[in-house]
């Protein structure tokens, strides 16, 4: 099936710092991608839908200019924490939906984002 | 609004059969997704229902009905290693995913 890689795995920063997450889809090219946040023992949250080349839709109640996403190919996405406090520590995931296909979605290994 | 409800937690013994409910109310309708998420894991895909029926993939089997705005998965001969938390998501009319908020499943010898 399709791969998505997203990277880091795992980070510990210090508060204040900046931390930037890659989604990568490797087999496949993916108009849209979504990123997603998970607090322990709770579902997916929806932060932002982001697609290739224009600006991020972002949910209510997620800041903007905190969680940044650039979508600058069809191939990759990226969430830029920036000002990590504490409370953004979360399990991060991005999924990736082929181009063309609506009803599917590939999920990365999630990002496990510590801030200390 | 839309809605999704599953219960929060079920436990069942190693072998048995189990059945996770999944109840939806959404604006619009374009699939039915089912996740297995193990702790500290992203979700990995199940299945998918568009069509009231049931589908059947070894073990896990899912059932929709459109009408009855209501889903299941089906989890036949259960391992230990099937101890996750089992996501129920629906494709709304916008082709966004609606999650539910899942429900752990606890396997027991």
């Known amino acids: 099936g399709a791969v998505v890689s997203q990277h880091p795995s795992w980070v510990i920063c210090k508060s204040g710092t900046s931390v930037k997450i890659e989604c990568r889809s490797l087999?496949?090219?993916?108009?849209?991608m979504f990123w997603y946040r998970q607090f322990p023992k709770q579902s997916l949250m929806l932060m932002a839908t982001?697609?290739?080349?224009?600006?991020?839709?972002?949910e209510q109640g997620v800041e903007k200019d905190k969680f940044l996403i650039n979508h600058a190919s069809l191939t990759l996405s990226t969430l830029t924490v920036t000002s990590a406090h504490p409370e953004d520590s979360s399990f991060y995931i991005c999924?990736?939906?082929?181009?063309?296909?609506?009803?599917?979605?590939?999920f990365g290994q999630g990002t496990r984002l510590t801030v200390v | 609004g839309q809605n999704i409800d599953q219960p929060t937690e079920m436990t069942a013994t190693e072998g048995a059969i189990v059945q996770i409910n999944c109840t939806y109310q959404?604006?619009?309708?374009?699939?039915l997704f089912w996740y297995q998420q193990h702790a500290g894991e992203a979700p990995t895909f199940l299945s998918y229902n568009v069509l009231d029926g049931l589908e059947e993939k070894g073990r896990f089997s899912s059932f929709l009905s459109r009408s009855k705005g209501y889903s299941y998965l089906l989890l036949k001969e259960l391992q230990m290693k099937d101890s996750a938390s089992y996501l129920c998501a629906v494709l709304d009319s916008n082709y966004q995913l609606i999650w539910g908020a899942g429900t752990k499943l606890i396997i027991k010898p």
């Open positions: 982001s697609n290739e080349g224009s600006k991020a839709t972002y």
């Open positions: 959404t604006s619009g309708f374009n699939g």
């Open positions: 087999d496949f090219q993916a108009t849209t």
């Open positions: 999924s990736a939906r082929p181009t063309g296909a609506e009803t599917e979605a590939f």
